[in-house]
């Protein structure tokens, strides 16, 4: 059954071409593979997959970002150009069904990032404000790029600096990261000459190797990882376990991770971290500080904002800031409900057949979450 076209739609509609965005309409059958390599374990696990006629995998559309960029892509549209949508997503195992309405704004190619990601806050908390008048609302923000910034300068290798990354916005996977980079696994014990060929590194003959065994084994290479993915983790994870982080290390790692302050104060609070560790965090400290000008400029008061460092969201295509808005409900509890989640994936429209690199941020905001709380108010 289809949901409710949300009440709301007319003022969120309205405030979208007030914004200067351009309003798009992207099919509800989406090509599969994009959510499935890109859009983080939390989302993959809950997709609704089919097939074509000819076998190629899709499925219903989940969220809108990737179909909104690949649209971009197929279109040949110029940038910088901001486009909006509002429509259905379909997620399984969701509370409150599996069919829901989200509306959203995502702005391609403006190259001045820190203004560019103040405005997308800007028009969250317009949105926001709008729909639900005087709801208190809190706005939560990290930045994934200042994290993996303080991972290089601590001098972690890539197979950490990208497991740390990808489990930045869950805690329970950062927590297992940390405690395993805390407490290196001992090596499992693998078949000759598959241990070799790991420690080799050599990704190819792996591969090849791994292949064959499943060609014997009358197992499909397309039916679950590919070889080159069997591969390519081995290898990672005998790489992750020859690492020892210094206990000083660590314990600077951890200092980042526990910083959680007002935005007024953030900047510094990284510089003093910094400083203290012997650590350089070079662009990203000055286009964090920027930004943080940048929201002042909007309007929105950075005293009334909360950074938290180890703040993140659970997409894998996020590559700077990440934010979230919640309101607090009339209800006993006073619960704090997220109604806007959103964040700065630079590397997205590449991945998905750019020719050239666009920058892009976005937000999407859960319609029937804004409107139980308007509910709770009525």
């Not at 829901?100 to 190619?109: K, T």
């Not at 910083?259 to 971290?273: T, W, Y």
């Not at 203290?276 to 309007?299: D, M, Q, Y």
Request: proline share 6%; aromatic share 6%; charged share 25%.
């Amino acid at each position: 059954m289809t949901s409710r076209y949300p009440s709301i739609a007319p003022d969120i509609l309205a405030l979208f071409a007030a914004r200067g965005t351009n309003a798009v309409d992207v099919p509800v059958l989406q090509p599969a593979d994009p959510f499935l390599d890109m859009a983080g374990e939390d989302l993959r696990r809950r997709i609704f997959l089919t097939e074509s006629e000819t076998g190629a995998s899709l499925c219903l559309r989940p969220e809108f970002t990737i179909p909104v960029c690949l649209d971009h892509i197929a279109s040949q549209a110029g940038t910088p150009r901001r486009y909006s949508y509002l429509g259905e997503v379909f997620r399984q195992r969701r509370e409150g069904g599996n069919e829901f309405f989200q509306a959203g704004i995502e702005d391609l190619g403006d190259k001045d990032t820190p203004r560019a990601d103040a405005r997308l806050v800007a028009d969250a908390h317009a949105l926001l404000t709008l729909t639900l008048p005087g709801v208190p609302l809190t706005v939560t923000l990290g930045d994934q790029s200042v994290f993996e910034a303080v991972l290089a300068a601590l001098g972690l290798p890539r197979g950490w600096r990208m497991r740390l990354a990808r489990a930045f916005g869950s805690d329970a996977q950062l927590a297992a990261a940390l405690a395993d980079l805390a407490n290196p696994q001992k090596n499992g014990a693998l078949p000759e000459p598959v241990a070799a060929l790991v420690a080799d590194g050599d990704l190819d003959r792996l591969s090849g190797h791994i292949a064959a065994d499943m060609a014997d084994a009358g197992l499909s290479p397309t039916a679950g990882r590919t070889p080159q993915e069997i591969a390519r983790r081995l290898v990672e994870k005998a790489e992750l376990r020859s690492v020892r982080l210094s206990a000083e290390a660590f314990s600077a790692l951890e200092t980042f991770l526990a910083i959680d302050v007002p935005l007024d104060a953030a900047a510094v609070a990284l510089q003093d971290f910094a400083s203290s560790a012997g650590l350089s965090l070079g662009s990203a400290l000055a286009n964090f500080s920027a930004r943080v000008e940048a929201i002042r400029a909007e309007g929105l008061s950075p005293a009334d904002i909360r950074y938290d460092a180890a703040f993140g969201r659970p997409l894998d295509y996020y590559t700077g800031l990440v934010f979230e808005i919640s309101g607090v409900d009339g209800a006993e509890d006073g619960a704090n409900r997220p109604l806007v989640g959103g964040g700065r994936y630079d590397r997205l429209l590449t991945l998905l057949g750019a020719k050239s690199p666009i920058p892009g941020v976005g937000f999407s905001v859960w319609l029937d979450r804004i409107e139980a709380l308007r509910g709770v108010d009525t």
